[in-house]
């Protein structure tokens, strides 16, 4: 069976309709456990990368390099689960750093503003007003940093494998239907996909292993084979080498091959200071 990944607006019952299809189809729930786990192997407060993940983090309480590296960090600790198979995945942002794995289902749930106001009016002892307010900021908030840090409107439809609106749906309904998709014969895992899978998770790894170098970094991995293309200032060969290096030193990695592409613009801007 594929993985679930699930995702919702602020107060938009993404919870629950990720514990009800996980009940259904009997698999674990893949949520804050990852980020203890992430926390302890990477040794980065759990906090800071509940901060980074979490759409109610203002903009300005981390700065963008900040929270690629808790990402990044994130991403390599969720790769496991999604190795493993047979969980939902829900409020990691999982849904925008796992791309082009046909067996993995990404849900969109949607829910009108009204709704969701109301459940923050009881959630967070609001008056109605300020809940609308509330609602409002964590929207914009979580569309800027996802526009910045991947260069996508969350809110496309187009990124999802599928979209539900649960006040039409209610909870049941909305699970029952993410079950019927994810067993279609489409979703079924296959060698190919397997495969990039286990792709996948190397390159999240080294990526974890070397975005506080580079936090622009990119990563991509072929049976054990590593490519790198990071940017430097002229010619670093050291920076290279580290980089090279730390890859090799992450469990799977067999060959990396490093690509610097000079950053013209930030040499220039190096040379007038």
């Excluded at 999982?94 to 829910?111: E, P």
């Excluded at 008056?127 to 609602?135: E, P």
């Excluded at 490519?227 to 799977?252: D, H, N």
Aim: charged letters at 25%; aromatic letters at 4%; hydrophobic letters at 45%.
């Amino acid at each position: 069976m594929p993985v679930i990944i699930i995702s919702s607006a602020a107060f938009g019952r993404g919870a629950e309709i990720t514990a009800r299809t996980a009940g259904l189809l009997g698999y674990r729930i893949a949520g804050p456990e990852v980020l203890a786990a992430a926390a302890q192997r990477h040794g980065v407060p759990e906090e800071r990368l509940r901060q980074a993940v979490n759409e109610s983090a203002t903009w300005r309480s981390m700065s963008a390099k900040d929270r690629r590296v808790c990402l990044a960090i994130v991403g390599a600790t969720l790769s496991d689960c999604l190795l493993d198979g047979e969980c939902v995945c829900h409020g990691l942002a999982a849904h925008l750093y796992v791309t082009g794995i046909s067996h993995i289902v990404k849900v969109r749930i949607s829910c009108p503003l009204d709704s969701r106001a109301a459940r923050a009016t009881l959630q967070e002892n609001l008056s109605d007003s300020r809940a609308r307010k509330l609602v409002r900021r964590l929207d914009t908030t979580r569309q800027r940093w996802v526009k910045e840090l991947f260069g996508v409107d969350e809110d496309d439809p187009a990124n999802f494998d599928v979209v539900i609106e649960v006040e039409r749906t209610g909870i049941e309904e909305a699970a029952t239907l993410i079950v019927d998709v994810a067993r279609q014969r489409r979703f079924q895992p296959m060698s190919y996909s397997l495969k990039q899978v286990r792709d996948h998770a190397l390159a999240s790894k080294v990526r974890a292993a070397l975005v506080d170098v580079d936090p622009g970094v990119v990563v991509r991995a072929n049976d054990g084979n590593v490519r790198i293309e990071t940017k430097v200032l002229g010619t670093e060969s050291e920076k290279t080498a580290s980089l090279r290096s730390r890859a090799l030193a992450v469990p799977g990695s067999l060959t990396v091959e490093v690509t610097a592409i000079d950053d013209y613009f930030a040499r220039a801007a190096m040379s007038m200071r």
